[in-house]
C-alpha cells in the first residue's frame, strides 16, 4: 500500500507518499480501507519532530479518518467486512490502510438527508471526541453557561460552537478576521472576537453583565493562560488542550482560588485503550443522534489528495482554512 512518511523533521516538503507494508489487524482490531482522512494541528507537530506518536502507534500521521472496513481480528463483535466506519487513531491515517482497535471505531452517521459521505465522516472522530471529552465529560458545560472558545474557526472550533449550541450554552469565540468571525455566527456563535483588535476578557466580561466565561476551551496555552483566568466566571473550569501559544506561563494561583476555579490540561492521542474506548462510546451515544437531526454537521474547508499532504499542511501552517482539510485516497 502507499502511506505518507515523515523523511526527517522538517516543513511540509519532508512528506512523501510512499510504498510501505500492509499492516495487519491483531487480536481486538479491525483493518481499515481508507477513503479520507482529516489533518490536524498535531499532525503538523509530528511532522516538525515535536509530537511523537505514542509507544506501538503507527508512524505515519493521521489521527482520524473514514472508509471500509476490510478485515476483522480475533475477538471483534459487531462490525463486519464492508462496513463503512469513521475512526479515532493514534496514528497512521494518511495512508490507503489503518489497522484501528474496535472500540474506536464509530459507524458513519446519517443526518437528516441519509447517511454522511465519507469525506464529511473523516472530518468527525478527533475533534467531536476532543470536544466532547473536555467540555462535557470533563468541564461539564450546562445550560444556560458560557462556553468560551479560542479559534473558534478551527475545527475543533466549529464543533465547540455547534454542540455547545445544541445542548443551550451561549457561546463566545475569539478568532482573525471578520469572515472567520462571520461563519462562527453563522455556527451560532453569540460573542464574536476579534483577537488582533479587540480584548477578549473585557469582551466576554461585558456580554455576560460582568459574570465572565464558566468553561474555557484554550488551544493556545501560556500566551493566555493570565488572561483565561482573569476572564473566568466564579466557579468556572479552563480546559487547555493546545500550546500553540508557549508552553510555560505564571499561574496567578490567588486569582484562580478567588474564583474557585479549576484548570485542566489534557491531550486525546496517548490516552489508554479503555478511555478512548470510554470517549468514543460517549460520542456514539450523545452526539451521533444530534447530526441525525442535523443539529449538528462537520465543517469541511476543502479537500485534498492524499499524496499532496504537504499542500494540506500548508493551508493549516498559514491559518487560511475554517473547520477541516481533508484529504482523500
Known sequence: MHAITITEPGGPEVLTWSEVDDPEPGEGEVLV?????????????????????????????????????????????GWRVGDEVCALLAGGGYAEKVVVPHGQLLPVPSGPDGPLDLVSAAALPEVVCTVWSNVFMLAKLRPGETLLVHGGASGIG????????????????????????????????????????????????EATGGRGAD????????????????VLARGGRIVVIGLQG??????????????????????????????????????REHVWPLIEAG??????????PMSNAAGAHGVLEQSGHVGKVVLTV
Open 158 to 205: 466549529t464543533m465547540a460552537i455547534q454542540l455547545a449550541k445544541a445542548i443551550g450554552a451561549r457561546v463566545a469565540v475569539t478568532a482573525g478576521g471578520r469572515e472567520k468571525l462571520e461563519r462562527c455566527a453563522e455556527l451560532g456563535a453569540d460573542v464574536l472576537v476579534d483577537y488582533r483588535e479587540q480584548d477578549f476578557v473585557a469582551r466576554v466580561r
Open 295 to 304: 443539529r449538528v454537521r462537520p465543517v469541511v474547508d476543502r479537500t485534498m
Open 246 to 283: 508557549g508552553v510555560k506561563g505564571e499561574l496567578h494561583l490567588g486569582a484562580l482560588l478567588a474564583k474557585c476555579g479549576t484548570l485542566s490540561a489534557t491531550s486525546l492521542r496517548g490516552r489508554p485503550l479503555d478511555e478512548k474506548a470510554e470517549i468514543v462510546a460517549a460520542v
Open 215 to 230: 468553561v474555557v476551551l484554550d488551544i493556545i496555552g501560556a500566551k493566555y493562560l493570565e488572561r483565561n483566568v482573569r
Open 33 to 77: 480501507e481508507v477513503a479520507a482522512a482529516a489533518v490536524n494541528r498535531a499532525d503538523v507537530l509530528q511532522r516538525q519532530g515535536f509530537y511523537d506518536p505514542p509507544p506501538g502507534a503507527s508512524p505515519h500521521p493521521g489521527l482520524e479518518c473514514a472508509g471500509r472496513i476490510a478485515a476483522v481480528g480475533s475477538g471483534v463483535g
